[in-house]
């Protein structure tokens, strides 16, 4: 099976363009570009970008325009509900995330593997942190990735993008997410909140918070295979450099080596929580795997 791919983008031509070179390797995939409306009339990128993308003639090609800027939440959301309006399942990058070639038989190998699984809700190319001591080819996280992931149209229609349910249940999802971490809890006490009042213009808080509530497992890969170039000044989030999160690319080894049980991996998940925590406080990082 070769995965549909959906490309998002908006006005960064030159992450596009290096992100289109390579999924444009992938022969006899079918390729879905959605480019969100405009920000502003004189956007230079934006209408570079439009017109390249009106000129590409190339088999299984599908590009839909939106005609407003619907931004970070309602424009990644408008471009997924399409992608699974004509596929069952998918591979989804955002325009500035570049994979590893590997990436793609790594997603439809696992695709496959998993698609009868309600325990595991998406299949992540991305992982922060050092090198990790494992002898399978990915591990099971409570930890969700979303630059470069794949997943499935029944994970992806039961997604409630307004947290209705956060003022009533949110506390007790982060303690089980958590446990006694009460520095992480309140982290993203703060940012689900503010999501929820429409505080912060994205999507993936929603959907994070969403997995952990359904007791989701996320497949994360035992080496990054995701390169973010979008951090930079045309950015909406990252504009600022990050040498925690700009991870270097590595190759799948095939064939895939899979974890013997279907199970968080509660060592490594302590590890990247620690991480992750360490990096928004701005304290210096430690090694915890060599």
């Known amino acids: ?31 879905y570009i959605f480019q969100d409306g405009k920000k502003k009339d004189n956007d230079k990128n ?15 090609l599908f590009v839909k325009f939106s005609k407003d800027n619907l931004g970070c939440k309602y424009g990644v959301v408008t471009a997924i509900n399409w992608f699974f309006s004509k596929n069952q399942d998918g591979i989804i990058l955002e325009d500035d995330c570049i994979p590893s070639d590997s990436f793609f038989q790594y997603c439809d190998e696992l695709l496959i593997k998993y698609k009868n699984n309600k325990k595991i809700k998406i299949i992540s190319g991305y992982r922060f942190g050092n090198k990790i001591n ?27 993008l307004d947290m209705n349910d956060w003022p009533k249940n949110g506390d007790m999802i982060l ?18 909140e503010n999501t929820f009042l429409n505080k912060i213009d994205t999507w993936d808080y929603q959907f994070v918070y969403y997995i952990w509530k359904t007791n989701g497992l ?54 990247l929580d620690t991480e992750f925590k360490r990096n928004l406080t701005g304290k210096r990082l430690f090694n915890f795997f060599n």
């Not at 998002?8 to 995939?29: A, G, H, W």
């Not at 934006?46 to 299984?60: A, G, P, Q």
């Not at 006694?180 to 809890?185: A, F, P, Q």
Request: net charge positive; hydrophobic share 40%.
């Open 134 to 160: 494992l002898d399978a080819s990915y591990f099971f996280s409570k930890q969700v990735e979303l630059w470069g992931w794949a997943t499935w149209k029944k994970v992806w229609k039961d997604f409630d």
């Open 218 to 271: 996320c497949i994360l890969p035992k080496n990054n295979l995701i390169k973010n170039i979008g951090f930079n000044k045309n950015a909406t989030h990252t504009k600022k450099k990050n040498l925690f999160l700009e991870k270097k690319i590595v190759k799948v080894k095939f064939p895939i080596k899979h974890p013997p049980l279907i199970k968080q991996n509660l060592q490594i998940d302590a590890y």
């Open 1 to 31: 099976m070769q995965s549909p791919i959906l490309i998002i983008c908006c006005n960064r031509f030159n992450e596009f363009f290096k992100l289109f070179k390579v999924v444009s390797k992938q022969k006899n995939r079918k390729i």
């Open 46 to 60: 934006y209408i570079k970008l439009n017109n390249f993308l009106k000129k590409i003639k190339k088999r299984n």
């Open 175 to 192: 303690k089980k997410r958590f446990n006694d971490n009460k520095g992480l809890i309140k982290i993203y006490q703060n940012k689900f």
